[in-house]
């Protein structure tokens, strides 16, 4: 796989062990808000979308009187307030982005908000590795839609051809193809089963490394 020009990296469920975190920060807002029990959404079902569905989603159910705007906003800082409490690195992934950083350009596209990306950025010093990032709130669509990867391919000024992404949801797998971009999945959120459709699926750090680093 040595012909690609720049790495895409998602974040969460990728880099940082978040995906239960999300959830129970979500969780704990609308607990505050009065609808600990009859939120009546499956947060399984937002995994790789974007916050902002979720909060549409939830508004279009209850009409509450905070806008999405605020939502988003309480569950934002909850998530970023976990995330420094608890950093969960996965165990191996730093020292693979370090490596895959001495090789090819990288970027980070995440759905998550800005505040939340920054502050996985921080540890372990990650930031200094990735040249670009990107978030959903800074593209048009959200994946499953091609629009975050797409972006990120155009900053870093290498054509979508040439970009291999490392995901480990559904919509992020599907956006990826449908940026015409090959997409290496790791199965820390989905059964490889789930994740078929990517270029590669497989369950380990050093497995990627062994796709993008290995010699001959």
Known sequence: ??????????????????????????????R??????????RFADYVGRSDEELWVDFIARHSPP????ELLALKTQCV????????????????????????YALALASGSERPVVDAVLKLKRLGR???TVVTSSEVKQGKPAPDIFLRAAELLKVAPGSCCVIED????????????????????????EELRHA?????????????LLARG
């Not at 165990?91 to 370090?98: C, H, T």
């Open 169 to 192: 949801s559904k919509p992020g797998v599907a956006a990826s193809l449908a940026a015409g971009m090959q997409v290496i999945a790791i199965t820390n959120t989905h059964p490889a």
């Open 66 to 69: 905070q806008p999405a705007e």
């Open 32 to 41: 505050k808000l009065g609808y600990g029990n009859t939120h009546g959404l």
């Open 80 to 103: 970023v307030e976990i995330l420094r409490r608890e950093q969960p690195v996965f165990d191996g992934v730093a020292e693979l982005i370090e490596k895959l950083a001495a090789r």
């Open 129 to 131: 590795l990735f040249s």
């Open 199 to 211: 270029t590669h699926v497989v369950s380990t750090y050093p497995e990627i490394e062994r796709l």
């Open 1 to 30: 796989m040595n012909q690609f020009k720049a790495v895409i990296f998602d974040m969460d469920g990728v880099i940082v062990d978040s995906e239960s975190r999300h959830e129970r920060a979500y969780l704990d807002v609308v």
